[in-house]
């Protein structure tokens, strides 16, 4: 239930432009910038029309994600999982062939760096930026649980 709720937030962050970046950075900062990577580039692959293009994007992203040693690699995948996009990439790539990876993916992310990111002050300043007036009002909360 709690891997569900970190991905329906993790989806949430990933929805919102603005948090998106400031997500990403986040993880830049905390070395887990892979799994938000082939995120990133498997939504670009899946968007892809034309054949030639979605090839060459498919080449990039086991290139960069799934080979075994990698630049970006992705832990924890067999040898099995490797050799079977491998064969995937060398045939006619198809938009949905990255969809159990992903949210393989995904439910790594999320359970990984979610709630780290929802309690980090890059987070809580962004949503003080969008609902100034509850920021204002948490403001007094801590400082009256302060005086207390």
Not at 45 to 63: D, G, L, P, S, V
């Amino acid at each position: 239930l709690l891997l569900c709720m970190s991905v329906e937030q993790l989806r949430c962050v990933l929805a919102d432009v603005d948090l998106r970046d400031i997500y990403e950075e986040y993880l830049h900062q905390n070395l887990a910038w892979e799994n938000f990577g082939f995120y990133v580039e498997v939504e670009k692959f899946k968007k892809m029309r034309r054949k030639a293009k979605r090839k060459q994007q498919a080449a990039y992203i086991y290139h960069t994600f799934i080979k075994r040693g990698a630049k970006r690699g992705l832990g924890d995948l067999d040898h099995a999982t490797r050799t079977k996009f491998q064969e995937l990439v060398d045939e006619d790539p198809v938009p949905d062939m990255f969809d159990d990876l992903l949210e393989c993916v995904l439910g790594s992310l999320a359970s990984a760096t979610i709630h780290g990111f929802l309690n980090d002050p890059s987070f809580t300043a962004h949503v003080g930026d969008q609902f100034p007036h509850l920021h204002a009002e948490n403001q007094k909360i801590n400082a009256k649980s302060l005086d207390a």
